[in-house]
């Protein structure tokens, strides 16, 4: 519990309006997308950077911990305060597009941003900003540029490093600093904005970021592929882009996400079927997409598609995504909880990843049902068990770390969009050896020897 001289000092900062520590904001600020739970001491809403600089001041000289804070809608605890302290909560003033730059094509905004918004004011004018996470509609952008997200556009268009020019922060000590500039090429400096991406808050409070917005496409075409099995499936998705054709999204569903889809929402989805892979593809001309769409049906054939179905209006486009877009509340029904994994490999090796899963659902009895961005070879695998009992618990989380060596042992990353935080810290030993982790604490002490910002994350506590 903070002592009121704190409580005071922070009040005289942003005003007793922006300052809570009553039971319903400790409640409301201490979850996450994981459902674990650390209640903070407090929730500060700063108004400007101003604020945010003297609140870490005053943190930093007091040792008083300090967690930023988007939206809240994370799936590894990386905005959970875990050590208590103080909540650094942007959605409430720093949430506006201060700037869309037509003539540089570049967006200005602050941390607590929606995505969806500037997605929506870029489009407005012409513009198109590409990121597209699955809680794109109250995510923050402040939360992607912390955690690197990214969405099903990934596989053509990229993830949110691929569009951060600058940004500005707050370091622990209270120093404001710009990283880097609008410009195209800038290789002046080390690239702190570089670091700060993915840092999960645990370097400094992101107060203002500048993104590249590129050209919208005109038109964009869907279609989807069955194929018997999953190995046909993975085969055809690498074969696809090894084919010149790069699709905007490349997502796909195994059999146990068709049936769980199937029996929630009776959508006559094919429940015999091994996969499923949507995939849309954009440009400017008819006959762009008419040729890409081509090339990928000659490619799913070849590799045992059975149907190939292109949506015609507007509403066979919703029909087709739907199954995707509803797998992740569906397979609710082979288990209470979900231990959701976002793991990454080179597209190559998806056909061997989905076998070795397969065999580590056989090995411990579970339940496994796969779907994901398979157009940048990330996949949600998804280990189901009985939340109120510790065994299966304990029995989930070994088929995760099993999972997770088999991934890093085929070239593959812990985390493609979710992060690291509280729940795969665990297993940060998988994927770096020791004079790399020994490395990321020694950034992390560099810009936070008192460590107050956001500590427990990512394993880089000593």
């Avoid at 951060?164 to 500039?181: Q, W």
């Avoid at 199937?262 to 892979?277: I, N, Q, R, S, Y």
């Amino acid at each position: 519990m903070l002592e009121k001289k704190h409580l005071k000092a922070f009040q005289s900062i942003v005003g007793k309006e922006n300052i809570f520590d009553d039971k319903a904001h400790m409640i409301a600020y201490s979850y996450d997308a994981t459902r674990v739970r650390y209640e903070p001491d407090a929730v500060i809403f700063p108004k400007d950077e101003a604020d945010v600089s003297a609140i870490l001041t005053y943190c930093n000289e007091h040792q008083i911990v300090i967690t930023p804070r988007g939206a809240g809608s994370g799936f590894t605890g990386g905005s959970l305060p875990a050590n208590g302290g103080i909540i650094l909560g942007f959605e409430k003033h720093m949430n506006k597009i201060i700037e869309i730059d037509m003539d540089n094509m570049v967006a200005v905004v602050q941390p607590g941003v929606i995505n969806m918004d500037l997605q929506r004011a870029a489009e407005a004018v012409g513009l198109f900003y590409p990121p597209d996470p699955a809680s794109q509609d109250y995510t923050t952008l402040g939360g992607n540029v912390s955690e690197n997200a990214g969405g099903m556009r990934a596989s053509k268009y990229g993830i949110t490093k691929d569009y951060v020019m600058a940004l500005r922060a707050v370091l622990p000590n209270g120093d404001i600093i710009r990283a880097g500039k609008k410009t195209i090429k800038d290789v002046a400096g080390y690239n702190i904005a570089g670091i700060l991406i993915a840092s999960e808050g645990t370097l400094a409070a992101i107060t203002e970021i500048t993104l590249k917005l590129i050209a919208k496409p005109k038109m964009t075409k869907t279609a989807m592929g069955i194929f018997p099995s999953v190995d046909d499936a993975m085969n055809a998705v690498y074969k696809t882009f090894a084919a010149g054709i790069t699709p905007v999204a490349m997502e796909f569903l195994d059999n146990l996400t068709i049936r769980a889809v199937e029996e929630k929402f009776h959508k006559g989805l094919p429940v015999d079927a091994g996969a499923l892979l949507v995939t849309d593809v954009d440009g400017n001309l008819e006959i762009d997409l008419e040729e890409q769409m081509a090339e990928i049906e000659k490619v799913f054939t070849e590799n045992g598609c059975t149907s190939f179905q292109r949506a015609k209006d507007a509403k066979e486009v919703a029909n087709l995504w739907f199954a995707r877009r509803n797998a992740s509340q569906s397979i609710t029904i082979y288990g209470s909880k979900k231990i959701n994994e976002d793991i990454t490999v080179p597209r190559s090796e998806l056909p061997r990843l989905l076998h070795e899963i397969a065999k580590v659902a056989e090995k411990y009895n579970v339940k496994v049902p796969c779907f994901g961005h398979t157009g940048d070879g990330n996949v949600h695998t998804n280990v189901m068990v009985d939340g109120s009992d510790p065994e299966q618990l304990k029995i989930g989380h070994k088929a995760i770390k099993e999972i997770f060596q088999i991934t890093v042992d085929m070239g593959g990353t812990l985390s493609g969009e979710h992060g690291i935080g509280l729940s795969k810290a665990p297993f940060m030993d998988i994927a770096f050896s020791k004079e790399e982790i020994n490395l990321f604490r020694a950034i992390k002490k560099a810009f936070d020897p008192n460590n107050i910002l956001n500590p427990g994350k990512m394993a880089l506590d000593e």
